[in-house]
């Protein structure tokens, strides 16, 4: 993992202050894909729209959990 990509890695360890949703989501499919379990984008995405995955991110996000937290129980619960 270059520089950057520890320092966004790193940055989801607490919840950013997102406009939306998606951008939420793009910060979980990004921290799948750097993750030790090194998911494509298009295995992220497919872990992230499983019915009951989808409600849990939406309910992170108005929780206001870092974006790191999900992604792990995400990557770990369904990988």
Not at 6 to 17: G, I, L, P, T
Request: hydrophobic share 35%; charged share 35%.
């Amino acid at each position: 993992m270059n520089k950057e990509d520890r320092a966004f890695f790193d940055s989801c360890d607490s919840y950013k202050n997102y406009e939306n949703i998606d951008e939420y989501k793009k910060d979980i499919r990004r921290w799948l894909t750097l993750s030790s379990w090194h998911y494509t984008e298009e295995e992220a995405d497919e872990l992230m729209s499983m019915k009951e995955r989808a409600a849990w991110i939406e309910q992170s996000f108005a929780d206001r959990e870092p974006a790191a937290d999900i992604a792990a129980d995400v990557g770990y619960c369904c990988g």
